[in-house]
T-cell receptor
Framework: DSGVTQTPKHLITATGQRVTLRCSPR?????VYWYQQSLDQGLQFLIQ???????AKGNILERFSAQQFPDLHSELNLSSLELGDSALYFC????????????FGPGTRLTVT | QQQVKQSPQSLIVQKGGISIINCAYE??????FPWYQQFPGKGPALLIA?????SEKKEGRFTISFNKSAKQFSLHIMDSQPGDSATYFC????????????FGAGTRLFVKA
């Protein structure tokens, strides 16, 4: 158990809908990362937040957004969902802005029908 | 180029044998090269990592070999065990105001008992 929690575990929704995925980092970790894992694209970095501020952006679609709250938990919002958004979404956390060690949560499996 | 190329896609090794997974990168800005292990239904877990100023790092049965001039690095699993059967991802990270990690496509390892 990495200490990173993600909810929900599974999510099934329809195209065009909007969902919110939630992540709680390990105790004491200030940095949160979001990743998408799919069969065709592999594991892709989406975005990083550090102490409430966006610090790095990867291949994140404009339909997706994230935020980190004062209690350091983070949410990833996915809107106007398409079939191709079906994937595993992982959150990871690390101690500081540029800590090399990242600890991954168990993931949220999103299925868009 | 921010790609990390990983091979082979899959690997079958006899128990007690050596598993070797190779990765190559192009971007010289990468300054941290981790390997992650992922079991079905779980998030990736950091296995071992190396900085580019070191040519080899060993932790137990796991060794990373790093060739900076060739921009290649590899994971060796000595005395492979059935419990090592998992998907292994190489990755490369760099600082960019925050911290980005690019993952290889993954190698499915199966260790035969």
């Amino acid at each position: 158990d990495s200490g990173v929690t993600q909810t929900p575990k599974h999510l099934i929704t329809a195209t065009g809908q909007r969902v919110t995925l939630r992540c709680s980092p390990r105790s004491g970790d200030l940095s949160v990362y979001w990743y998408q894992q799919s069969l065709d694209q592999g594991l892709q970095f989406l975005i990083q937040y550090y102490n409430g501020e966006e610090r790095a952006k990867g291949n994140i679609l404009e339909r997706f957004s994230a935020q980190q709250f004062p209690d350091l938990h983070s949410e990833l919002n996915l809107s106007s969902l398409e079939l191709g958004d079906s994937a595993l979404y992982f959150c990871a956390s690390s101690r500081a802005l540029s800590s090399y060690e990242q600890y991954f949560g168990p993931g949220t499996r999103l299925t868009v029908t | 180029q921010q790609q990390v190329k990983q091979s082979p896609q899959s690997l079958i090794v006899q128990k007690g044998g050596i598993s070797i997974i190779n990765c190559a990168y192009e971007n010289t800005a990468f300054d941290y090269f981790p390997w992650y292990q992922q079991f079905p239904g779980k998030g990736p877990a950091l296995l071992i990592a190396i900085r580019p100023d070191v040519s080899e790092k060993k932790e137990g049965r796991f060794t990373i070999s790093f060739n900076k001039s060739a921009k290649q690095f590899s994971l060796h699993i000595m005395d492979s065990q059935p419990g090592d059967s998992a998907t292994y991802f190489c990755a490369a990270s760099f600082h960019t105001g925050g911290f980005k990690t690019i993952f290889g496509a993954g190698t499915r390892l199966f260790v035969k008992a």
